[in-house]
């Protein structure tokens, strides 16, 4: 069992950047592949990146490549995702996931999930 708590996120500027973070307790993310998704309103939960067990792979969705990356620290039990260049249309509730498998571009590919932490682009 993992527990995941997303944080970082807030109102910003396009163009701007936000660091989102989501730790872990429970059972450590080293056995975990983790993702990054977003959901807008009225919109379905699409995926924004994912990263591999230890971090040495990585694989975003077209939308945020050259502006988003995806990382993570075991050690701390924490991954995170750097946003910049941040547009209006990236405005969601983003959450982090778990997964047993990489790379993992679906929502049911994904075994834990956190609350999520909302990001407003204003123009």
């Known amino acids: 069992q993992v527990q995941l708590v997303e944080s970082g996120g807030g109102l910003v500027q396009a163009g701007g950047s936000l660091r989102l973070s989501c730790a872990a307790s429970g059972r450590t993310i080293s056995s975990y592949a983790m993702g990054w998704f977003r959901q807008a309103p009225g919109k379905e939960r699409e995926f924004v990146a994912a990263?591999?067990?230890?971090?040495?792979?990585?694989y975003s969705a077209d939308s945020v490549k050259g502006r988003f990356t995806i990382t993570r620290d075991n050690a701390k039990e924490t991954t995170y995702l750097q946003m910049n260049s941040l547009k209006p249309e990236d405005t969601a509730v983003y959450y982090c996931?778990?997964?047993?498998?990489?790379?993992?571009?679906?929502?049911?590919?994904?075994?834990?999930w956190g609350q999520g932490t909302q990001v407003t682009v204003s123009s």
């Open positions: 990263i591999s067990w230890y971090g040495g792979s990585t």
């Open positions: 996931g778990a997964s047993h498998v990489f790379p993992a571009p679906d929502i049911n590919q994904y075994a834990y």
